[in-house]
Protein backbone atom coordinates (compact mmCIF):
# COMPACT_ATOMS: atom_id res chain seq x y z
CA UNK A 1 0.00 0.00 0.00
CA UNK A 2 1.16 3.42 -0.06
CA UNK A 3 3.74 4.41 2.31
CA UNK A 4 4.09 8.18 3.97
CA UNK A 5 6.62 9.35 5.85
CA UNK A 6 7.39 11.53 8.51
CA UNK A 7 11.18 13.37 9.92
CA UNK A 8 11.70 14.00 12.65
CA UNK A 9 9.54 11.07 14.49
CA UNK A 10 10.07 13.43 17.25
CA UNK A 11 11.93 17.10 17.65
CA UNK A 12 12.81 18.93 21.29
CA UNK A 13 13.42 22.65 20.52
CA UNK A 14 14.39 25.68 22.48
CA UNK A 15 11.38 28.28 22.22
CA UNK A 16 12.59 31.16 19.47
CA UNK A 17 13.64 29.13 17.50
CA UNK A 18 12.44 27.04 13.96
CA UNK A 19 11.90 23.69 13.68
CA UNK A 20 11.28 21.93 10.04
CA UNK A 21 9.17 18.83 9.76
CA UNK A 22 9.58 16.89 6.42
CA UNK A 23 6.41 14.63 4.96
CA UNK A 24 7.12 12.52 1.65
CA UNK A 25 5.30 10.23 -0.40
CA UNK A 26 7.39 6.81 -0.86
CA UNK A 27 5.66 5.28 -3.25
CA UNK A 28 2.87 7.81 -5.17
CA UNK A 29 2.80 11.15 -6.36
CA UNK A 30 0.60 13.43 -4.00
CA UNK A 31 -0.40 16.45 -5.76
CA UNK A 32 -2.37 17.35 -2.54
CA UNK A 33 -0.47 17.06 1.13
CA UNK A 34 -2.12 17.54 4.13
CA UNK A 35 -0.71 18.92 7.97
CA UNK A 36 -2.87 18.41 10.81
CA UNK A 37 -2.56 19.38 14.61
CA UNK A 38 -3.05 17.01 16.90
CA UNK A 39 -3.43 17.61 20.66
CA UNK A 40 -3.74 14.87 23.49
CA UNK A 41 -6.72 12.52 23.32
CA UNK A 42 -8.23 14.89 20.97
CA UNK A 43 -9.16 14.63 17.35
CA UNK A 44 -7.12 15.87 14.25
CA UNK A 45 -7.44 19.55 13.50
CA UNK A 46 -6.63 20.27 9.98
CA UNK A 47 -3.65 22.90 9.44
CA UNK A 48 -3.47 23.76 5.98
CA UNK A 49 -3.62 22.03 2.31
CA UNK A 50 -0.55 22.11 0.00
CA UNK A 51 -0.99 21.26 -3.59
CA UNK A 52 2.56 21.18 -5.64
CA UNK A 53 3.58 24.45 -7.28
CA UNK A 54 1.24 26.69 -5.24
CA UNK A 55 0.87 28.30 -1.88
CA UNK A 56 -0.76 26.31 0.80
CA UNK A 57 -4.31 27.33 2.05
CA UNK A 58 -4.39 27.71 5.28
CA UNK A 59 -7.11 26.85 7.92
CA UNK A 60 -9.06 29.35 9.92
CA UNK A 61 -7.18 30.28 12.69
CA UNK A 62 -3.56 29.13 11.44
CA UNK A 63 -0.94 31.77 11.31
CA UNK A 64 0.50 31.38 7.51
CA UNK A 65 3.35 33.35 8.65
CA UNK A 66 4.25 30.80 11.98
CA UNK A 67 3.24 27.41 10.18
CA UNK A 68 5.69 27.69 6.66
CA UNK A 69 4.78 25.00 4.55
CA UNK A 70 5.71 24.21 0.98
CA UNK A 71 5.22 21.50 -1.47
CA UNK A 72 8.17 21.74 -3.68
CA UNK A 73 7.68 18.50 -5.53
CA UNK A 74 5.04 15.92 -5.84
CA UNK A 75 6.92 13.87 -3.28
CA UNK A 76 7.58 16.14 -0.84
CA UNK A 77 5.80 18.59 1.80
CA UNK A 78 7.53 21.01 4.66
CA UNK A 79 5.80 22.30 7.47
CA UNK A 80 8.11 25.11 8.54
CA UNK A 81 7.56 25.97 12.85
CA UNK A 82 9.39 29.20 13.02
CA UNK A 83 9.70 31.37 16.11
CA UNK A 84 8.11 27.71 18.27
CA UNK A 85 6.48 28.88 21.68
CA UNK A 86 5.65 26.12 24.22
CA UNK A 87 2.05 26.10 23.28
CA UNK A 88 3.35 24.90 19.75
CA UNK A 89 4.05 21.89 20.70
CA UNK A 90 1.70 19.02 19.45
CA UNK A 91 1.93 16.07 17.28
CA UNK A 92 2.11 16.86 13.60
CA UNK A 93 0.46 14.59 11.40
CA UNK A 94 0.85 15.03 7.37
CA UNK A 95 -1.22 12.92 5.10
CA UNK A 96 -0.86 12.81 1.69
CA UNK A 97 -3.53 12.25 -1.26
CA UNK A 98 -2.72 9.37 -3.86
CA UNK A 99 -4.68 7.73 -6.51
CA UNK A 100 -5.84 4.15 -5.12
CA UNK A 101 -7.52 2.18 -8.09
CA UNK A 102 -10.20 4.79 -9.60
CA UNK A 103 -10.67 7.02 -6.35
CA UNK A 104 -8.36 9.74 -4.57
CA UNK A 105 -7.79 8.38 -0.83
CA UNK A 106 -5.60 9.82 2.12
CA UNK A 107 -2.48 8.01 3.77
CA UNK A 108 -0.97 9.38 7.00
CA UNK A 109 2.33 9.95 8.05
CA UNK A 110 3.23 8.15 11.33
CA UNK A 111 3.37 11.80 13.13
CA UNK A 112 5.98 13.83 14.44
CA UNK A 113 6.10 15.04 18.15
CA UNK A 114 7.31 18.47 18.74
CA UNK A 115 8.03 19.49 22.17
CA UNK A 116 9.12 23.06 23.11
CA UNK A 117 11.15 24.14 26.15
CA UNK B 1 -19.75 22.84 5.88
CA UNK B 2 -19.90 19.49 6.92
CA UNK B 3 -19.71 18.09 10.33
CA UNK B 4 -19.05 14.70 12.03
CA UNK B 5 -20.33 13.56 15.50
CA UNK B 6 -18.96 10.29 16.89
CA UNK B 7 -19.92 7.96 20.19
CA UNK B 8 -19.06 6.89 22.46
CA UNK B 9 -15.87 8.59 23.22
CA UNK B 10 -14.98 5.62 25.20
CA UNK B 11 -15.74 2.13 25.08
CA UNK B 12 -14.53 -1.07 27.16
CA UNK B 13 -14.98 -4.63 25.82
CA UNK B 14 -14.15 -8.23 26.74
CA UNK B 15 -11.93 -9.98 24.53
CA UNK B 16 -14.28 -11.77 22.52
CA UNK B 17 -17.31 -9.60 22.32
CA UNK B 18 -18.01 -7.01 19.79
CA UNK B 19 -17.56 -3.34 19.65
CA UNK B 20 -19.51 -1.05 17.86
CA UNK B 21 -18.62 2.66 16.91
CA UNK B 22 -21.43 5.26 15.11
CA UNK B 23 -20.63 8.54 13.48
CA UNK B 24 -22.87 10.83 12.05
CA UNK B 25 -22.81 13.58 9.32
CA UNK B 26 -24.50 16.45 8.51
CA UNK B 27 -23.52 17.01 4.82
CA UNK B 28 -25.51 14.88 2.00
CA UNK B 29 -22.94 14.98 -0.48
CA UNK B 30 -20.36 13.54 1.48
CA UNK B 31 -19.51 10.66 -0.50
CA UNK B 32 -16.63 9.14 1.12
CA UNK B 33 -16.27 7.39 4.83
CA UNK B 34 -12.85 5.86 6.13
CA UNK B 35 -12.06 4.61 9.60
CA UNK B 36 -8.90 4.94 10.90
CA UNK B 37 -7.17 3.21 14.05
CA UNK B 38 -4.53 5.52 16.07
CA UNK B 39 -2.28 3.53 18.49
CA UNK B 40 -0.34 5.95 20.92
CA UNK B 41 2.07 7.77 19.45
CA UNK B 42 1.33 7.02 16.11
CA UNK B 43 -0.56 8.69 12.97
CA UNK B 44 -3.70 7.25 12.20
CA UNK B 45 -4.03 3.72 9.63
CA UNK B 46 -6.84 3.14 7.59
CA UNK B 47 -8.84 -0.15 8.55
CA UNK B 48 -11.92 0.14 6.24
CA UNK B 49 -13.77 2.46 4.38
CA UNK B 50 -17.13 2.83 2.26
CA UNK B 51 -18.68 4.70 -0.37
CA UNK B 52 -21.90 5.86 -0.44
CA UNK B 53 -22.66 3.52 -3.44
CA UNK B 54 -22.61 1.03 -0.93
CA UNK B 55 -24.71 -0.25 2.02
CA UNK B 56 -22.22 -2.95 3.66
CA UNK B 57 -18.55 -3.74 3.63
CA UNK B 58 -16.96 -6.01 5.71
CA UNK B 59 -13.06 -7.26 6.26
CA UNK B 60 -12.48 -10.43 8.09
CA UNK B 61 -13.56 -8.96 11.77
CA UNK B 62 -14.78 -5.80 10.84
CA UNK B 63 -17.19 -4.62 9.02
CA UNK B 64 -19.14 -0.79 7.87
CA UNK B 65 -22.60 0.15 7.63
CA UNK B 66 -24.00 3.34 6.19
CA UNK B 67 -27.08 4.75 5.98
CA UNK B 68 -27.38 7.55 3.54
CA UNK B 69 -30.82 8.52 4.28
CA UNK B 70 -29.75 9.17 8.31
CA UNK B 71 -26.88 9.96 7.62
CA UNK B 72 -25.13 7.76 10.05
CA UNK B 73 -22.31 4.97 9.47
CA UNK B 74 -20.86 2.30 12.12
CA UNK B 75 -17.48 0.84 12.55
CA UNK B 76 -18.55 -3.34 13.96
CA UNK B 77 -15.06 -5.33 15.46
CA UNK B 78 -15.88 -8.51 16.08
CA UNK B 79 -14.00 -11.10 18.05
CA UNK B 80 -12.28 -8.32 19.48
CA UNK B 81 -8.50 -8.52 20.75
CA UNK B 82 -6.25 -6.90 23.24
CA UNK B 83 -4.52 -5.29 20.00
CA UNK B 84 -7.89 -3.80 18.39
CA UNK B 85 -7.51 -1.37 21.62
CA UNK B 86 -6.71 1.80 20.11
CA UNK B 87 -8.09 5.22 19.43
CA UNK B 88 -10.70 5.08 16.06
CA UNK B 89 -11.88 7.90 14.38
CA UNK B 90 -14.55 8.01 11.47
CA UNK B 91 -14.64 10.60 8.75
CA UNK B 92 -16.71 11.97 5.92
CA UNK B 93 -15.49 13.78 2.77
CA UNK B 94 -16.03 15.02 -0.25
CA UNK B 95 -13.56 17.42 -1.04
CA UNK B 96 -11.62 17.43 1.84
CA UNK B 97 -11.88 14.96 5.38
CA UNK B 98 -13.84 15.97 8.65
CA UNK B 99 -12.99 13.73 11.22
CA UNK B 100 -15.14 12.89 14.36
CA UNK B 101 -13.59 13.65 17.55
CA UNK B 102 -12.35 9.85 18.21
CA UNK B 103 -13.79 6.67 20.56
CA UNK B 104 -10.87 4.99 22.76
CA UNK B 105 -11.28 1.60 22.64
CA UNK B 106 -10.04 -0.59 25.11
CA UNK B 107 -10.33 -4.66 25.31
CA UNK B 108 -10.22 -5.88 28.23
CA UNK B 109 -8.07 -8.90 28.34
Known amino acids: GAVVSQHPSWVICKSGTSVKIECRSL??????MFWYRQFPKQSLMLMATSNEGSKATYEQGVEKDKFLINHASLTLSTLTVTSAHPEDSSFYIC?????????????FGPGTRLTVT | GENVEQHPSTLSVQEGDSAVIKCTYSDSASNYFPWYKQELGKGPQLIID?????GEKKDQRIAVTLNKTAKHFSLHITETQPEDSAVYFCAASLTQYIFGTGTRLKVLA
Open chain 2, 50 to 54: IRSNV
Open chain 1, 27 to 32: DFQATT
Open chain 1, 95 to 107: SAMGLAGVSYEQY
